[in-house]
């Protein structure tokens, strides 16, 4: 299946965006641990949160979290301290994402953990049991979901957790909210050094909590005010002092022509008409934006160098080579340099005549991409269904924004 997507001319619309999943599935974990009963409110209704729930709830001895990156993390490490032997698993891809330095982690900390199929990958048989605690010398460079795995099984430890980051640590906003979600819950973490955070042991307290809207998702909608001159957008839900590291993302859409006005309860959007001639930026605490970031320079003809995006190789696909393909359906020739740094000079290339933009089970890909339409008059998205990963009425927000969706 694939959409063809054509746009209004003017967009005014109010926005409910979903609830943060970052939120939720941290938030689901440490709920767990607490061992109480204390509802959490607003919890995001993608498919990586329903996994997680399912997988929390229903206690299976299979646990299948499909392409659940997060899910995958969080709870590897859960049932580590968790009684039963479980096998979690997920989709092909999940099967080729690297597990390996979470694994080794937990094994030095006494974890039984078992690969099923290839060394070094998903599928893993864990069977939980009472771990003390102690240190743990850990890769800060690959992905914060590691860290915060182990940050919020260190809660729960007898005696806590003192973990040591090495090499350029990524994406270090999501390891701060860890933290701040973390102190929510009873515990106590803190930097004890520039790459070393210790964990006081001892459980986590029941505790209500309600999680706020998604910042990641907001930026489809900054993209989408970026490349239409007439748009003014309202999204609900959204603070000025998030803990959520995308919430950065607002100051960088200014470059690319978007105003973010803080209004009572959200935030309204506006289309400005300066832009930057040139964007340069380190994107290594909001790697989730980069497709964003990427598809709205080509998109208004902005020259870009975006580094810090070591940790794109290792999603849902590769997103490196996921949008160097599919720009280059549309005319435009970027270069990556290493695993890290990706790069548009304004080269150009005829496009091709009726692109259609293949989304790799990616959700990022498809919602990154249809405001494309904004800039052709129209795009074609296949398997648009991707989107249920993360933000699950997209498309329903999109028809109520003005655009119109047409399957084939």
């Not at 106590?188 to 999680?211: F, H, L, M």
């Not at 927000?397 to 003005?402: H, R, T, V, W």
Request: net charge negative; charged share 25%.
């Amino acid at each position: 299946m694939t959409y063809r997507i054509t746009t209004p001319k003017r967009i005014r619309a109010e926005i409910q965006l979903p609830s943060s999943k970052s939120i939720s599935n941290r938030a689901l974990v440490l709920h767990a641990l607490s061992g109480g009963e204390a509802m959490l409110e607003n919890l995001s209704d993608c498919d990586d949160t329903m996994v997680m729930i399912k997988a929390l709830r229903d206690k299976p001895e299979v646990v299948d979290i499909m392409a659940a990156g997060t899910a995958m993390r969080f709870l590897t490490a859960y049932y580590c301290i968790t009684p039963g032997t479980r096998i979690i698993t997920g989709t092909e891809r999940m099967k080729h994402r690297p597990i390996s330095i979470l694994v080794d982690a937990l094994r030095s900390l006494g974890a039984e953990i078992e690969y099923v199929e290839e060394e070094g990958f998903p599928p893993l048989r864990i069977t939980g049991k009472p771990l003390k605690g102690g240190e743990v010398t850990l890769e800060g460079s690959v992905s914060s979901q590691y860290i915060s795995a182990l940050l919020m099984m260190g809660g729960a430890l007898e005696e806590g957790l003192t973990l040591h980051l090495t090499g350029n640590i990524v994406s270090r906003p999501y390891i701060e909210l860890t933290m701040q979600l973390m102190k929510d819950f009873g515990a106590e973490a803190s930097w004890i050094s520039e790459d070393s955070i210790c964990v006081k042991g001892g459980g986590y307290q029941v505790t209500p909590y309600y999680i706020e809207s998604d910042w990641s998702a907001a930026s489809y909608w900054y993209e989408i005010v970026a490349l239409c001159p007439r748009a003014r957008i309202e999204l609900p839900g959204l603070f000025t002092n998030s803990c959520q590291g995308d919430s950065k993302g607002a100051l960088l859409f200014e470059k690319l022509g978007v105003k973010t006005e803080f209004v009572k309860g959200g935030v309204q959007l506006t289309n400005i008409s300066e832009c930057a001639k040139r964007l340069e930026a380190d994107l290594v605490e909001m790697p989730d934006l980069a497709q964003t970031f990427v598809v709205t320079c080509c998109m208004k003809g902005v020259p870009f160098r975006f580094t810090g995006l070591q940790s794109l190789r290792i999603k849902e696909t590769d997103r490196i080579s996921a949008l160097i393909t599919e720009l280059r359906k549309l005319g435009f020739v970027l270069k990556a340099e290493g695993d890290e740094t990706l790069s548009w000079e304004g080269e150009w290339r005829p496009r091709e005549e009726h692109p259609i933009i293949a989304t790799y089970e990616d959700h990022r890909m498809a919602m990154a991409f249809a405001p494309v339409a904004l800039f052709l008059g129209e795009i074609e998205i296949a398997n648009p269904e991707v989107v249920s990963k993360s933000y699950p009425h997209f498309w329903e927000d999109l028809k109520k924004a003005g655009f119109l969706l047409i399957e084939n």
